[in-house]
């Protein structure tokens, strides 16, 4: 038995009582603590109240669905959570994230990959930045909010506003794909009309002023058709 992570408690939320037992064995196996509910009802009150520490949840369930769940959840916590799905029509929202899942698998699955999903959002978990509430640090990258400046391998960076919170809301959650238009509203926050092509410029300056001093070490990734990422 994997003693890797001890006492983690995982709540998975599936109303195939079949799966939920597949995934409950095989996470075990890995030394992860297990929860299960089979319908969406309680799942928000019991991830606010509970000592959950990641959270698997159906996309289809009776009662509140995964999205409904994800999004409630989201208002109060950054628990990591890893989204089930057999919709194909939802795959692209699932894809872009925008619903503030870590990552989705599709049904069917085996129950070791999504095990070796938790295992991977666990690990990069692990490595994101420690936010205080002034200074978010990622890599070689630094940005103080409060004096909103940014460094880049300990030299100052200039950054424009919208740069600024492009990069500070993707610095948040790395490897984390933020879709286009969930950035357009963080950066716009006078709810003013931009196309998608305005966030491709910002980010592309962005890039190279992340780049100057690091030429080789480019942590902002373009995902085709999707949005972007910190990485």
Request: hydrophobic fraction near 40%; charge should be negative; aromatic fraction near 6%.
């Amino acid at each position: 038995m994997s003693i890797d992570y001890p006492n983690m408690k995982v709540l998975i939320v599936e109303d195939e009582q079949k799966i939920a037992q597949v995934l409950v064995d095989f996470l075990e196996l890995e030394g992860f603590e297990t929860q299960v509910l089979n319908d969406g009802l309680h799942a928000v009150e019991t991830i606010k109240n509970g000592n959950i520490d990641f959270v698997i949840l159906d996309l289809m369930l009776p009662h509140k669905d995964g999205l409904t769940i994800c999004k409630e959840v989201r208002q109060f916590s950054s628990i990591p959570l890893l989204m089930l799905t057999a919709r194909v029509d939802e795959i692209d929202r699932l894809i872009g994230l925008e619903v503030g899942a870590d990552d989705y698998v599709c049904k069917p699955f085996s129950a070791r990959e999504v095990v070796a999903r938790v295992k991977t959002i666990l690990r990069r978990i692990d490595v994101e930045p420690k936010i205080s509430e002034d200074e978010i640090a990622y890599k070689h990258i630094l940005i103080n909010i409060q004096r909103f400046k940014c460094f880049v391998s300990s030299v100052e960076v200039e950054l424009t506003p919208v740069e600024f919170r492009l990069l500070q809301t993707m610095l948040k959650r790395p490897g984390v794909v933020h879709s286009r238009d969930s950035l357009m509203q963080v950066c716009y926050v006078d709810d003013r009309v931009v196309s998608s092509r305005t966030i491709d410029s910002h980010i592309k300056n962005l890039r190279a002023k992340l780049t100057m001093h690091q030429t080789q070490i480019d942590l902002l990734h373009s995902i085709y058709g999707v949005g972007y990422k910190i990485e």
